[in-house]
């Protein structure tokens, strides 16, 4: 892949994220940093990568640490989003549940 | 096909899932589908990484994701909800520390083979400059938010970062132009760690938010800066994503506290203590009340409004306060709560509480709306909150949160404000209102008075 | 290039496109159409270097066919939704100009 | 940077440019900046593929570039306002065929060269097939809107347009499969052209917007997948933009007019004259009215409002009307315009004529705005339109516009139409409306009409 191919997958995806992030209301900017926090930590591929060639011990070792440092982004980037956006929902579902039961 | 192509469409579903996810985070509808999705795509990405040929020692896989997955899902799961924020700071300096690790690795691998060309060492370096700072600008963030670190830099600190800067800059040329010699690039990672933390030791915590979005959008490009070194089209694209939709998250952050997103980072170090004096404001000037006067007047009243604060979820006094509502409604009372964009300590966080104890949607009423109603409002009831209610950010211009919208609960007949002490908010500065004639002060823990109110109600 | 990075930017471009237009006002539709309809005449850069390979007569009339097609769709696309542009904002321009000369 | 890049690198800047343009189209503010953008990005194209190496015979390019420069500007400055949804049509068409010429022409020379491979044919495939479909629906559309082409198809047209879709789905396979036979993608272009031709036939041409809309969309594709042909990005990029963005503003206009894209395509072909006779409706039941007693009616008025329709375009009667606002304001008549979405032969075709008389834009009233304030209206002038205030659309669900929402001028105090006579409109059926009590009739062409209102009220 040359580099201006990269550079243009870059400069498409740039657009593509100022497109997306358009007036979200306050109440999701947590959510939305925390889930595309766990997004950004998409460098574990590259951690992966790295710590399994088996180049040499200090690539390796390098390449250990980064993939548990990524894994931990990634996972519990998820999970605090879930747990969060969990709080937000909740409350919608139980109402009507209660009406119907009464 | 072939499997490096069978990776490469592995890449481009997870990119899609992801350009889904980001989508979904966006609306509130679709917000834990979005997550959901996000998750999904990184799946694909790892699972179809596995079978990459040139990974061969999977043992060091396992255990790293092993490790990282344990710790990820127990920090994640014991947090507090108010320590989300800092927990997401964490987090986003962990992911910027192993972009740089993992352009590191690379690079060492590269310059070993002889492999090494202008692109591998531009996008290293790169790498190591902005996944450094993301590193310990997010430790700093997080220390911040966890009030465990009081530190707001030295005088001239705008002038060393400049410095700082400029010698990055050249320890860049030098990874580029004598890619041989791997300890330049140590030397950037170095350098970017001590800029980190000092660009982000002056801020306020109460702009911490915002940082955390700006320290977001740099650890996607630090991923994707990543992807350049290793050639990856999933690393190019999602960091970028993540890097332009940060960035636009970090505006529409700082339009919402009134500042811009420059202002918050090159801001001077805020001036201890402000431009009031507690003693100054408050002396003689304090009403006190009790919950039993508290309840009085709450009888009489057609109209109340709760503004709550960050007080409110140190209490946990959200159920106390549902139990309020639902009492004064039994008496024909119109009961309305006033949310400010940042009451509390992370955007949403009165959202969260309010619906934990089932307060109905139609009832939170935004900044915006909820202002020129305050007039009619028989009695105001500030919960915790502090900041968010401080006239001086209308009226004192030497003030930290000068310009800063707020409730203006002083139009309301009564205010009755609940709160242990004099002590301030987060800000760190004194507010008039308490001082005002039509204030009484409540003292006491958020829970425990609002329990007493309801008690004195029931009884009345 | 890879068939599968083609598809990427491909999928990334689509991704754009949907996101770039969304809630266009009715005024705006016949414009945007005619607008979008000049730049899908990119096919041009297509035509002009299969015209100008010089490969064999056929394909080089084809060539000079398509590059004849392809710019009337281009250069007469945008003319003419400038064309439309400009009768929507005469309007604004002149009323103050008049005002200003009162 | 050798060559290549550096052509790679000007199509990054083109395609960047295009998004610019694109965004810039749908805000409007900016429409016009958009559209300029559009033609630098592609104007950076051009001169960048014209020191391709593999141009040598540039004087083809200039012949043609030329020969179609002149067209295109010709066309563009010549036409008629009220023709520009045909010429984009036939604009449209002619990238289609473009295309087609240009996937064959690579595919002829890769034949040739014996470099045929698997993306290159299905690709051609995918072009000759979408191209053509283009092409030959683009021109149809051009003559359905020019009334030039009045034919409807035949009976079970969906039958043979679905046997066609099988068999051009048999020739594209035979395409990949024997690519050494050039013959299989010009007999797919064949059929591709007849099915483009059959497909539109049947639709109605008040639903031509929408299928233009649609096959812009199409001719993106079409040069997206010349680019997979050609192995070039911007072509891929570009026209995934116009194809994606064609897609959702053909799903946004469907809408407008209260239709599924899908049923603007498969439906069946109206039944002419629709479900009402027209001398049943309107036999005695009209009553005829005069510019005089216009007049006098609109000297009494306190609220007048107007209904642009084609009619107003044919009659090129916008500086009349903006006369007779101007005569009303004068006597402390209150006058607003009720512009429904597609009244005219375009989206936004009203606005452009009113924009043209300089009449004010807070004056105009898109159709939700307007239609609850026709009860507390004295007069509607229904000005040369016909179908979007036909009340048959809410009342009977035979007729051909049948759930199109329309203004319902029919609630105001007293309706004056002013059209030549008592033909149809463009969807070809009578207008309950005309026959109705509070209904006055000023037959005549409108800018003469108006101008002889305007006449007596000048005088009276
Ligand atoms: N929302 C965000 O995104 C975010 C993020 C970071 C920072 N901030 C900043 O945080 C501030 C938020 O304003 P705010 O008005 O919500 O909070 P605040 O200004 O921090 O004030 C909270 C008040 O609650 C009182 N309190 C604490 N514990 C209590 C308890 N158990 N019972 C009763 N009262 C208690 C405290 O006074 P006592 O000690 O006297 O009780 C304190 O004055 C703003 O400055 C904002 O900029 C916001
Ligand atoms: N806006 C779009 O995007 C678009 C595009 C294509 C089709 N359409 C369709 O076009 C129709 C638009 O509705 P509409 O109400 O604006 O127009 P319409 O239904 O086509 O009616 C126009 C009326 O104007 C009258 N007229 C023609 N020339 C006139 C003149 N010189 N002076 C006075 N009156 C004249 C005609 O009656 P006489 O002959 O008796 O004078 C005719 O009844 C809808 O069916 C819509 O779906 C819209």
Redesign the interface.
């Known amino acids: 892949m040359t580099l201006v191919i990269s550079l243009t997958l870059f400069v498409l995806a740039v657009f593509l994220g100022v497109e997306l992030i358009t007036k979200v209301p306050p109440t999701l900017h947590t959510p939305l940093m925390s889930g595309s926090n766990a997004i950004s930590g998409i460098t574990l591929i590259g951690a992966l990568v790295s710590a399994g060639a088996d180049h040499r011990a200090l690539t390796t070792w390098l390449g250990f640490a980064a993939v548990a440092l990524a894994t931990i982004n990634v996972v519990g980037g998820f999970v605090v989003t879930n747990r969060m956006l969990a709080m937000f929902t909740t409350r919608k579902p139980k109402r009507p549940a209660a009406e119907t039961e009464a | 096909m072939n499997r490096?192509?069978f990776i490469?469409?592995g890449?481009?579903v997870g990119?899609?899932l992801?350009?889904l996810?980001?989508?979904g985070?966006?609306?509130?509808r679709t917000?834990?589908r979005?997550?959901?999705l996000?998750?999904a795509?990184?799946l694909v990405?790892?699972l179809v990484?596995?079978i990459?040929q040139?990974?061969?020692?999977?043992w060091?896989?396992a255990?790293?994701?092993a490790?990282?997955?344990a710790?990820?899902?127990l920090?994640?799961?014991k947090?507090q909800?108010t320590s989300?924020?800092e927990?997401?700071a964490l987090?986003?300096g962990?992911?910027g520390?192993?972009?740089v690790?993992?352009?590191?690795?690379?690079f060492?691998?590269a310059v070993?083979l002889g492999l090494v060309d202008d692109?591998t060492s531009v996008a290293a370096a790169a790498t190591a400059i902005i996944g450094a700072v993301t590193f310990t600008g997010s430790v700093v963030a997080f220390a911040k938010l966890r009030e465990s670190l009081h530190w707001h830099g030295f005088a001239g600190i705008r002038i060393v970062n400049a410095v700082l800067a400029l010698v990055s800059l050249g320890l860049a040329v030098m990874v580029v132009v004598d890619p041989g010699n791997t300890m330049w690039l140590w030397a950037l990672v170095a350098v970017g760690a001590v800029l980190g933390l000092l660009v982000v030791v002056p801020i306020g915590g109460a702009d911490m938010?915002v940082v955390?979005?700006l320290l977001?959008s740099l650890?996607?490009l630090?991923?994707?800066s990543?992807?350049?070194?290793?050639?990856?089209?999933?690393?190019?694209?999602?960091?970028?994503?993540?890097?332009?939709?940060?960035?636009?998250?970090t505006q529409?952050?700082s339009v919402?506290m009134n500042r811009s997103a420059l202002s918050v980072l090159f801001a001077d170090a805020p001036s201890a203590g402000g431009g009031m004096d507690a003693d100054e404001v408050y002396a003689g000037k304090i009403t006190k009340t009790s919950a039993e006067e508290v309840a009085m007047i709450l009888e009489t009243a057609n109209r109340v409004m709760i503004v709550p604060g960050y007080g409110l979820a140190v209490a946990q006094a959200q159920h106390a306060v549902s139990e309020l509502a639902k009492l004064l409604e039994a008496n024909d009372t119109e009961v309305v709560f006033a949310i400010h964009?940042v009451a509390g300590r992370?955007?949403?966080?009165m959202?969260?509480l309010l619906?934990?104890a089932?307060i109905d949607?139609e009832k939170l009423l935004e900044m915006d709306a909820a202002n020129p109603t305050f007039a009619q409002t028989d009695v105001a009831i500030v919960l915790g909150a502090n900041d968010v209610v401080n006239p001086s950010a209308n009226t004192d211009p030497d003030s930290p949160i000068a310009g800063m919208p707020v409730l203006e609960v002083g139009d309301a007949q009564t205010v009755i404000v609940i709160k242990r002490s004099l002590s301030p908010g987060f800000a760190g500065i004194p507010n008039p209102l308490f001082a005002a004639d039509n204030a009484l002060m409540l003292f006491g823990d958020g829970k425990a008075a609002v329990t007493a109110i309801n008690k004195a109600l029931a009884e009345g």
Chains 1, 3 share one sequence.
Do not use: W
Request: proline share 4%; charged share 10%; aromatic share 6%.
């Open positions: 490096a192509d490469e469409l890449y481009l990119a899609s992801f350009i996810g980001l989508k985070l966006g609306r509130p917000a834990r979005g997550n959901l996000g998750a795509g990184m990405a790892i990484t596995l990459d040139a990974i061969v020692s999977y060091v896989l255990a790293g994701l490790v990282g997955s710790i990820g899902v920090l994640a799961v947090v909800m989300m924020p927990l997401v987090f986003n962990f992911g520390a192993a972009s690790l993992v352009a590191g690795a690379s060492i691998e070993d692109q938010p955390i979005a977001n650890s996607g630090a991923a994707s990543t992807g350049f070194v290793l050639d990856n089209t999933l690393l190019i694209i999602a960091g970028a994503l993540v890097g332009a939709s940060g960035i636009i998250l529409i952050m919402a964009p992370m955007p949403g966080h959202n969260v619906a934990e089932e949607y």
